[in-house]
């Protein structure tokens, strides 16, 4: 990420968690709607749960949070505590979105998830994105700890998906659309900080200093992790 100035976006299908982006958030079984007016009110429905369904395919996302301290997620995504947490300027990376980013003329939305217990399907008549951004933005309590800010863009553009290393290596394998995920470009001053897992190699730590001090950008502010004497939590030390 950092090495190459972007954002990876990664199709709603292929999310860690089956029932992010399900279409059966959405109740389409009263459903109106003058585009299928006299269509029996079963195929309306059928209609409508096969476009939430094809729109999930076609919408790639990239995964960000609030906070820069779980214990969970340094544990389940930082290969425990040993890698990094890259903060992001929101606001920076929104000015570097391309024109042509995605194939509808979109800037990616920024959209706080909610959480909730149950699935409590959303009615359906309502604007499209006020629709389906509940699709988008609705996951199981369990995950409410990861405080999600996602940024969401429905059919990106061909010139920006690329293979990842490990998928470029695989060059006899045939890959489903979906697999591939979608890169914004960021310039230097989209990284605001970057913070240091308490188990990080001291010589990765310093071979990534040296980078962004040279390549990346001298003002993006660095923290080490360290553990908190007097609780369960991490607290940072600038460097």
Same mark, same amino acid.
Request: glycine share 4%.
């Given at each position: $990420? ?63 949070? !609030? ?24 606001? #920076?990376? $929104? ?35 006020? /629709?389906? /951004?509940?699709?988008?933005?609705? !996951? ?14 429905? #059919? ?16 006899? !394998? ?26 990080? /190699? ?11 001090? !040279? ?25």
């Amino acid at each position: $990420m950092i090495g190459n100035h972007n954002l990876q976006f990664t199709n709603a299908s292929q999310l860690n968690d089956p029932f992010d982006c399900h279409p059966k958030l959405i109740d389409f079984s009263n459903i109106s709607t003058p585009r299928l007016s006299g269509f029996p009110k079963e195929w309306i429905k059928m209609i409508e749960e096969n476009d939430a369904l094809n729109l999930r395919n076609d919408t790639w996302l990239c995964s960000l949070s !609030k906070v820069n301290d779980s214990l969970l997620m340094w544990s389940h995504y930082c290969h425990n505590h040993s890698g990094i947490c890259i903060g992001v300027d929101i606001d #920076k990376a $929104m000015e570097c979105v391309p024109p042509l980013f995605g194939q509808i003329l979109l800037e990616p939305l920024i959209i706080d998830v909610q959480y909730q217990d149950l699935i409590e399907s959303r009615e359906s008549n309502k604007g499209y994105y006020d /629709k389906y /951004k509940y699709q988008w933005a609705t !996951k199981a309590k369990d995950w409410e700890y990861e405080q999600e800010v996602r940024l969401v863009i429905p #059919k990106p553009s061909a010139r920006y998906f690329a293979l990842t290393q490990e998928q470029a290596k695989q060059s006899d !394998k045939t890959f489903d659309w979906r697999e591939i995920h979608c890169y914004l470009p960021l310039k230097g001053d989209c990284f605001d900080s970057i913070y240091f897992g308490i188990n990080i /190699k001291p010589t990765d730590r310093e071979e990534i200093i040296r980078y962004v001090r !040279k390549d990346l950008n001298p003002q993006t502010k660095l923290f080490q992790m360290h553990e908190d004497d007097n609780a369960f939590r991490l607290k940072p030390e600038s460097i």
